[in-house]
């Protein structure tokens, strides 16, 4: 399978794909009819313009610049109701076109907001692993551009090409009924066009599908370096990130500047052509008014030549108008393979049918001869040599209230363990199990609610400090958060900011400190008050020893009665928890108490041996 971004999609019209997008149509039928119609009435007036313009001048100014018998104020009132009439639809046209753009808009972005909505719908349920295979840039592209692209292709594509296909109908049949002979001499030009067309439409189509892919990859590198921006000035890679990210930025530019040049000369082609039948009428109708070569002077009126040349070049307009559909019919065809890819990715992790909820919790965790890999080509068969296993047969029983620490080198598979607790990933092999019920049959939410997280790299969302420690959560009262923030140390310092608890938070919490968003995130997980503690990755790695002495502190008091799986690289910090598993390359070693571990003089023993010693060697 290629890579979304770089998958060449070679089609100019896909019938499924366009199918899919009419579904999001379907529940908007009214305002596709009305939209329809409107445009069915356009279509039915705008040629009448240039009948009016020839009876005008066949009826009233040919007669009374030719001084004929009728008077003067008969010909001048006859012109004076055809300009009224000229006037009065036009206004009618005014407000057709109104209409009609008014209903296409309101069409177009009720779909956009429908698309938008399944597609973030859509990634907030996907498992973990799909956003480490996808950089976001690309699925920020999937969200907005490609998402325009089809609301381009329903407002300026589908409907104007059913427009445009009622206008050149309309257009055909009033030049064969006034002169058919006319009509077919501006129609030779149409196969010429129509080749044309053919040759530029693959031209367009495969410069648009590199300026898709080209767009992807830039909103990727954006976002990378806009969210590692501390790391790239940390390292002072500004020059180097600068250069990478003009490489990417130049590509996007010849991609576009190719588009632009096929269509550039596509546009100028189409025009050239309506003037060649323009000359074409001109000639032909010019002999016969004339009288040329033994033809009866007068046969075609003025009146008609001057029609015939409106008809024409208007006749022309929508062909112009139709490149401008191919051109986003390329773009929505590229776009929705992208959108519907990710909407009909699987979703690895979900709910079974029936799955069930755990209304009397106890706590208790058990991994029954667990063997997991973050790579998901790795399956139960895959031999028990390969080196992408994390965990190879975890065997682990956490009993309610329980402390358990995990320790070992990096590496050795603690973050694995805690992941599988809250099923972010489901295991290859053996089963993972929560008072006794494999997780694979509970329902995610209800787990997932009963499991609170610290990670070391605190995530904090744009909004209030109160807002971000409830997760906008209603339900949850202020006093809850106040009481969970006295416990973690932190009430003090919210209260010590302007605006207290309501005081705005940046995005990815910009304005505060690591230790004091660490210490947030603490807070936020007790006021979730789970029932399961994870705190993964050394929480409390970022934070003073005053502040940690503090955590330390409310720790003991929430662990006490809850299941608490810590994960640890400073051993200081998990001497008092009732169990400490050490794990090695994806297997325990050892487990036991500080105490008995230490006196066994195992592997823990060693790793507390060897920090102790670094620490001295600090100070």
Known sequence: MTRPDTDAYQKGFDAHLVRRILTYVRPYLPLV?????????????????????????????????????????????????????????????????????????????????????????????????????????????????????????????????????????????????????????????????????????????????????????????????????????????????????????????????????????????????????????????????????????????????????????????????????????????????????????????????????????????????????????????????????????????????ESVALVGATGAGKTSVTALVSRFYDVQRGAVKVDGVNVRDLQQHDLRKHVGVVLQDVFLFAGTIESNLTLNNPDIPHERVVEACRYVGVHDYVLSLEHGYQTEVRERGATLSTGQKQLLAFARALIQNPDILLVLDEATANVDTETELRIQAALERVMRGRTSIIIAHRLSTIEHCDRIVVMRKGRIVEQGSHRQLLDKGGYYARLHRLQYAQGDAAD
């Open 33 to 401: 009819i009305g939209g329809v119609l409107l445009a069915l009435l356009i279509s039915l007036a705008s040629p009448l313009f240039a009948l009016i313009q020839r009876h005008a001048i066949d009826s009233y100014l040919s007669p009374l610049a030719q001084g004929q018998a009728r008077s003067r104020d008969t010909l001048i009132s006859g012109l004076t109701t055809t300009a009224l009439a000229y006037m009065g639809l036009k206004v009618v046209e005014f407000a057709l076109q109104y209409g009609f753009i008014l209903t296409i808009g309101y069409l177009g972005q009720n779909v956009l907001r429908d698309i938008r909505a399944d597609v973030f719908g859509k990634l907030q349920r996907l498992h973990l692993a799909y956003f480490d295979q996808n950089p976001v840039g690309r699925l920020i592209t999937r969200v907005t551009s490609d998402v325009d692209a089809i609301n381009q292709f329903i407002t300026g594509g589908l409907v104007s090409l059913i427009q445009s296909t009622f206008i050149i109908v309309v257009y055909v049949v009033i030049m064969l009924s006034v002169n058919w002979r006319l009509a077919l001499i501006s129609f030779t030009v149409l196969p010429v066009l129509f080749l044309a067309t053919r040759f530029f439409q693959t031209r367009l189509r495969d410069s648009f599908r590199v300026t898709r892919t080209q767009q992807a990859i830039v909103n990727s590198k954006l976002n990378e370096n806009i969210t590692g921006m501390l790391t790239v000035q940390l390292f002072a890679r500004q020059k180097r990130s600068a250069l990478d990210f003009n490489l990417s930025n130049r590509a996007l530019l010849s991609a576009n500047e190719n588009s632009v040049k096929w269509f550039s000369l596509f546009m100028p082609v189409v025009a050239v052509l309506g003037q060649v039948a323009v000359a074409l009428i001109l000639y032909f109708a010019a002999r016969q008014i004339l009288g040329v070569d033994g033809v009866v002077a007068g046969a075609i009126t003025v009146g008609t030549l001057f029609a015939f040349v409106q008809l024409s070049q208007q006749l022309f307009q929508p062909i112009q108008d139709l490149a401008d559909v191919f051109n986003n019919l390329q773009a929505a065809m590229a776009s929705s393979e992208r959108i519907f890819g990710v909407l009909d990715t699987e979703e690895a992790i979900q709910d079974r049918v029936g799955a069930q909820t755990l209304p009397d919790f106890q706590g208790r965790v058990t991994f029954e001869g667990v063997w997991f890999a973050y790579d998901q080509s790795v399956t139960g068969a895959t031999p028990d040599t390969d080196d992408r296993w994390i965990l190879r047969g975890i065997d682990l029983d956490i009993q309610p209230g």
